[in-house]
């Protein structure tokens, strides 16, 4: 197994398309091509004009949530990939309380993804059961994507706000949470050339538009900005070149024909 070098990645994404922009053109994470291998062109897939949604400014509302940090682990394999992200999150103070009793962690949180094999999802280190009180559900949205919905009040108890911009706050549950989710992901299946994919033996990514909900969950809009590091682990002779997006922090390489880069 390679050891992976691990790469800082600034992670900027400008509502062009949430403003109302008519061009079709959306700004994305820069976070685009994780490639092993040799660098190859990603293609992009280009929705038809049924495809195409609009998006008014007056319908326009912050994330509740800030993803401060991400971190993501991969594990690359000939039939069978596995990802790991870990999102560090906080209340965004540009969003408004649901009402002037709520908590700082009412608002759901919603995360985006489309066929995915979400293995284990877990908040501060516990794990959430499916569809159970305090757990996650998913539903899936009119377009066919599907939304993971979490409430973090239900775990990190009830932190009572004010109702203006100062967001005072009474003493009690944290600031921010860790949320962990590890979903599995087969690239030599995955045709639409979006997320993790195979060309020739290489494995790719297509993150633009809307390909990283592919990969693992997130809140996949434009609006929402993140500081990304990443992580590679794979075999020498299935990958002898591992690149990300980023500067290379370190790599390492084990006796068993592995190598990892971060």
């Known amino acids: 197994i390679y050891t992976i070098l691990i790469f800082k990645i ?9 403003i109302g922009a008519s061009s079709g053109h959306s700004r994305r994470p820069l976070f685009r091509n994780l490639l092993s291998g040799f660098f190859t062109s990603s293609a992009t897939h280009i929705p038809s004009t049924s495809e195409s949604v609009s998006y008014r400014l007056e319908d326009y509302t912050p994330y509740p949530y800030a993803i401060e940090r991400v971190h993501l682990d991969f594990h690359l394999g000939e039939h069978l990939s596995r990802c790991t992200s870990t999102l560090e ?3 965004n ?7 002037t009793s709520s908590s700082v962690w009412a608002a759901p949180l919603e995360l985006d993804g489309q066929e995915l094999d979400t293995v284990r999802v877990m908040l501060n280190g516990i794990e959430l059961e499916r569809d159970a009180p305090e757990g996650y559900s998913i539903r899936t949205k009119p377009d066919g994507d599907h939304v993971m919905e979490i409430l ?10 004010e109702a203006d911009s100062t967001f005072k ?10 949320l962990q989710i590890e979903t599995l992901l087969r690239p030599d299946k995955n045709t639409k050339l979006e997320g993790l994919y195979r060309s020739s033996g290489t494995f790719c ?3 633009e538009a809307q390909g990283f909900r592919r990969i693992t969950w997130f809140p996949d809009r434009p609006d929402v900005m993140s500081k990304f590091t ?6 020498k002779d299935m990958c002898p070149v591992l690149l990300s997006n980023g500067n290379m922090v370190s790599t390492e390489e084990f006796e068993e024909d592995s190598k990892m880069m971060h």
Not at 93 to 99: A, G, R
């Open 10 to 18: 600034k992670m900027l994404r400008l509502p062009a398309r949430l």
């Open 89 to 91: 999150i906080s209340n």
């Open 93 to 99: 103070i540009n969003s408004k309380p649901l009402s």
């Open 152 to 161: 973090p009040e239900l775990h990190l108890g009830t932190h009572i706000t």
């Open 169 to 178: 706050e009474t003493p009690g549950p944290p600031s921010s949470f860790e």
């Open 205 to 207: 990514t297509q993150c």
């Open 230 to 235: 990443v992580r590679l682990t794979a075999e």
